[in-house]
């Protein structure tokens, strides 16, 4: 193993809707790999948390996590995370989600915008691209003020499909002065940024954000990223953090950053 402090900070067990696998499966990968730590971060989407009663699975994912933890703890660090889907579009539930247990950590994240589906269900075609990367950004701003997450999630989540789409081509540089109020409000509230390494295993072959942002968020004084798969089954566990460490290097940065009790954790990359 290349690195010595191989951390995963985004991934997702049976508790989440779109999960494979049981907690205990993905220490056990995590474990086999001579991980460092692992954190599970199980969906907590907030403009469904009522309607689909996820309440209910959040607190499954603590319990399992919790349970886990107990078994692995000798071999590996466990941490209590939650992904939080547009907590933008519904506080009261985002209020509910956190105060369920004391989390080592929070990722704040944009699946869908306000009325519309996930992103994935999306039709694009090259005039719809930009008014939708305009309001997708509008809402990562907005999310970013409520400044009640520890690092922000696969910014740029959009791309996974519109770039593989034909004639659906995006230049990040017109949306250069949002991405910087964003990350400049990052740096100011002692956020991270996440380095997504999903993209690496899908059709658009690059991290998320990509190394231009991540460049930049250094540029403009950003001290905490944190790196996750985004991994929904136990085999995917660790997949591309190897990569994602090796751009973060290559961006300048001589530490990453772990999350404990919402505490930032700086680990050497090298």
Not at 13 to 19: E, L, M
């Amino acid at each position: 193993m290349k690195y010595k402090y191989l951390s995963d900070s985004h991934t997702h067990s049976k508790c989440s809707f779109d999960g494979n696998d049981s907690v205990a499966m993905m220490c056990e990968k995590a474990t086999n790999m001579g991980m460092y730590s692992l954190t599970v971060t199980d969906h907590c989407e907030c403009n469904d948390y009522f309607k689909e009663n996820l309440r209910e699975s959040v607190f499954s994912s603590v319990i399992e996590i919790i349970k886990a933890r107990a078994l692995y703890n000798s071999r590996l660090r466990v941490y209590i995370g939650i992904e939080l889907g547009q907590p933008n579009q519904d506080i009261d539930a985002c209020r509910d989600a956190l105060s369920l247990t004391d989390y080592d950590f929070v990722l704040g994240s944009l699946h869908n915008l306000k009325g519309e589906k996930d992103f994935y269900y999306l039709d694009y075609t090259p005039e719809t691209v930009p008014s939708l990367l305009e309001r997708y950004f509008d809402e990562m701003l907005d999310i970013v003020k409520m400044n009640n997450f520890d690092s922000l999630a696969h910014m740029t989540y959009p791309l996974r499909y519109i770039c593989v789409k034909p004639g659906c081509k995006v230049n990040l540089k017109n949306y250069s002065e949002k991405i910087d109020e964003i990350l400049e409000l990052l740096i100011k509230n002692q956020k991270a940024i996440e380095i997504n390494t999903s993209g690496l295993r899908q059709k658009i072959g690059k991290i998320l954000p990509d190394e231009s942002v991540i460049k930049r968020f250094r540029e403009l004084g950003g001290k905490y990223v944190t790196l996750g798969s985004d991994a929904h089954r136990w085999g995917d566990i660790g997949s591309g953090i190897e990569t994602g460490l090796d751009i973060l290097n290559k961006c300048g940065f001589t530490h990453f950053t772990v999350f404990e009790k919402r505490e930032p954790h700086l680990l050497p990359i090298l």
